[in-house]
């Protein structure tokens, strides 16, 4: 006769299963899922470091229930099998030992392989698991600059550039360029590759490829501020004839991104709407690179060329002009914008057409240049 106690234990289970998992539907598999080759690497990598790990962690978890129940209590059967002077067993001593070492092996070659290969600096060899890049191919330069708290595209083969709005052609090698113009940031796509971070005064490298038309979102792994939380950009993956199409639309915007325009996009803002420049100063992402896109600066490079040459000598102890890079009076903000608890945000037209628009509905930044520049330090 059935025990109703157990019918009663099934059945809650199998109702309350459905409920239990029902969290689990609001969960992005997006890097489980990804769209670039990169990110499908890595994704492999997780998988297999995984299954390696778990060929310990399974056995250990069925051993523990297999004792408790083997040796309980109310198992006579068990008191036969009890040796009071035992105290070694090589086969067992074999086991413990070789099982984690064999796993601990094929982990360190796979990180030792996987490091190499997916080496964020080194140019790509394939398009996928089936398709080597022709060596001829040049990779698309994407210039990334995180802003506060906003992003920068700027496409300098194409001498245009974007805020808030990464496109790419599909099956096209990519490399970015990436640095920060004030505090650290993390440039991530979860569809495209792992994140890479963003830094004032350096630039960082990625390459990648997308591998099929997808819209996703792109976002700061690396808490830089206030703004932080809504500082993401709107990634999308095209066919040739839709990124030619982009790119023209583009174009076709009468915004510039000269270095006043920069300087005054750069200062902090929240929330910034998507904006294009049809053109770009070819010398801008070098500059911002290098601390100098304010007139009068001296560029890093430029300081470490003297440097090189042994210095320049007593006299420029105190030839400070253009050497202050950091707050007040910096490549971000200026003085008077703290005087006049200046709000700021991009001096760019919105995508969708809006002239003149340098808030959208729903900004709830209230900050000044000078006071968000303050909470983020």
């Not at 608890?341 to 900050?367: F, L, V």
């Amino acid at each position: 006769m059935s025990n109703p106690l157990s019918l009663d234990r099934a059945w809650i289970f199998r109702w309350s299963a459905p409920i239990l998992a029902l969290p689990l539907t609001g969960c992005n598999w997006v890097v489980m899922n990804p769209s670039g080759d990169i990110a499908v690497q890595q994704r492999d990598l997780i998988l297999i470091s995984t299954a390696l790990m778990l060929l310990i962690v399974v056995p250990v978890m069925a051993l523990v229930v297999f004792f408790a129940w083997r040796y309980r209590a109310a198992n006579q059967a068990a008191d036969k099998d009890y040796d009071p002077d035992w105290d070694h067993s090589t086969k067992l001593e074999l086991l413990i030992w070789s099982a984690p070492l064999l796993i601990i092996i094929c982990l360190g070659a796979l990180t030792w392989v996987s490091t190499h290969k997916l080496d964020p600096y080194r140019p790509l060899e394939r398009i996928d698991a089936r398709t080597a890049i022709d060596p001829k191919v040049k990779p698309l330069t994407v210039e990334v600059v995180a802003l506060d708290w906003k992003w920068l595209f700027i496409y300098p083969e194409l001498g245009i550039a974007t805020v808030n709005e990464l496109a790419l052609p599909v099956n096209v090698p990519v490399r970015f360029d990436i640095t920060a113009s004030t505090v650290m940031n993390s440039f991530y796509v979860p569809e495209l590759a792992g994140q890479i971070y963003a830094m004032p005064g350096m630039k960082t490298q990625l390459h990648a490829v997308a591998n099929r038309p997808v819209a996703g979102t792109g976002i700061s792994a690396n808490y830089s501020g206030a703004g932080f939380t809504h500082m993401r950009f709107a990634y999308r993956a095209l066919d040739r004839a839709a990124f030619d199409a982009w790119a023209a639309r583009v174009k076709a915007s009468r915004a510039s991104l000269d270095r006043n325009v920069y300087l005054t996009l750069a200062k902090p803002s929240e929330k910034a709407p998507v904006a294009y420049f049809s053109a770009v100063d070819p010398k801008l992402f070098d500059a911002v690179v290098n601390l100098c896109p304010r007139p009068g600066q001296r560029c890093m490079s430029e300081l470490m060329h003297v440097n090189m040459m042994g210095g320049a000598g007593k006299e420029s102890a105190r030839d400070t002009n253009g050497l202050r890079y950091d707050f007040p009076d910096s490549h971000v903000i200026e003085q008077s914008d703290q005087n006049r608890g200046q709000e700021t945000a991009p001096d760019a037209p919105a995508a969708d057409g809006a002239k003149g628009a340098s808030r959208i509905p729903g900004d709830h930044s209230s900050h000044s240049g000078a006071d968000a520049h303050a909470q983020h330090r």
